[in-house]
């Protein structure tokens, strides 16, 4: 089966872009018997008087790549002489771009999408939890090194849902860990710090799965990226809301809510982690807590803090009196 004779790579984290990118010129080295002539520039960086000749073949017949990087930036000049070489595919090199985005190279991406060429590229979404875990096992066999599942886990929970964050704390680890060694957590918490966010979301799951240690280590991860606790505190809330709809046999959608079949599974398992009345005191807690973040009552992070502890302990912690002088 033939290459498409362009290919977009495009999407709002450029690491991954990169790496997506990377990945496709190692297969046309390898298409070619190990060798590739590659060119890169900026997009920015064409113009007029700086257009590739991408047409006059290799000296020593070595195929050729000519990769764009931050192809949102070029110009309208350079972009019609690209879409005109992958439209009637004149150039003898494999033309690669890389973008942030399209909606200023529109005609050039719509050309390369005809062609088969265009690749999405984007992290996983806040709760896809195995990809997370396999977007870090990835960064490890970048560096041709394997690591435990629970130094994956250290990883991720140094350095949050950030792609960034991920390959520096890969890296660290790898440069920290014995050769030839699969890299455990040990050597993760010895030379990683801090705590990165993986989303109000995970904290709500370790909540509901009645984990307080969990929730705790990962509202921190939330406070210390910097997310508000009001946006924190939407987040549980939803999420025992839909917890209370499949427990009473609601549909989702009457009451505001989106909960999907294997959503709803999930759901009904952790409901078995609440006995009689404990989903009523959970909502207590959040409720209690909402009033003291909003009148300024308590400490935003102290309140939150107790609000999840509140529902994540199995112990029945005392809802904190939710009658302020602020509702007389």
Not at 119 to 140: I, T, Y
Request: net charge neutral.
């Amino acid at each position: 089966m033939s290459r498409p004779p362009a290919y977009l790579f495009t999407g709002p984290e450029q690491l991954l872009v990169r790496r997506a990118a990377d990945r496709l010129l190692a297969e046309l080295r390898q298409e070619a018997g190990g060798e590739l002539d590659i060119t890169e520039v900026r997009g920015s960086d064409l113009g007029e008087d700086s257009l590739p000749d991408l047409r006059t073949a290799s000296l020593f017949a070595v195929p050729r790549a000519y990769v764009v990087r931050d192809a949102q930036l070029l110009p309208k000049v350079a972009a019609n002489a690209l879409k005109y070489e992958v439209e009637h595919e004149t150039a003898s090199a494999t033309i690669v771009l890389m973008a942030s985005g399209t909606k200023a190279i529109m005609g050039l991406a719509k050309v390369v999408k005809a062609a088969g060429g265009r690749v999405d590229v984007a992290p996983p979404r806040e709760f896809e939890e195995k990809a997370w875990r396999s977007l870090v096992n990835d960064e490890f066999r970048l560096h041709d090194r394997s690591a435990s599942q629970d130094a994956v886990e250290a990883v991720l929970d140094a350095s949050g849902l950030s792609v960034n964050a991920i390959a520096e704390k890969v890296a660290q680890a790898c440069a920290a860990a014995p050769k030839g060694k699969t890299v455990s957590r040990e050597v993760v918490d010895q030379v990683v710090v801090g705590h990165g966010s993986r989303g109000a979301f995970a904290v709500a799951d370790a909540m509901c799965d009645r984990d307080p240690a969990t929730a705790l280590r990962l509202l921190r991860g939330c406070l210390e990226a910097g997310d508000h606790p009001v946006m924190i505190l939407g987040a549980l809330t939803y999420k025992m809301r839909q917890l209370v709809a499949v427990a009473a046999n609601v549909d989702g959608r009457s009451v505001g809510l989106s909960i999907s079949r294997p959503m709803a599974s999930r759901l009904q398992g952790a409901r078995r982690n609440f006995g009689p009345g404990e989903l009523t005191a959970a909502l207590q807690h959040l409720a209690a807590c909402d009033l003291e973040i909003k009148s300024g009552d308590l400490d935003q992070n102290f309140a939150i803090e107790r609000a999840v502890l509140g529902v994540a302990s199995r112990e029945r912690l005392p809802v904190p009196d939710p009658d302020r002088e602020i509702l007389r």
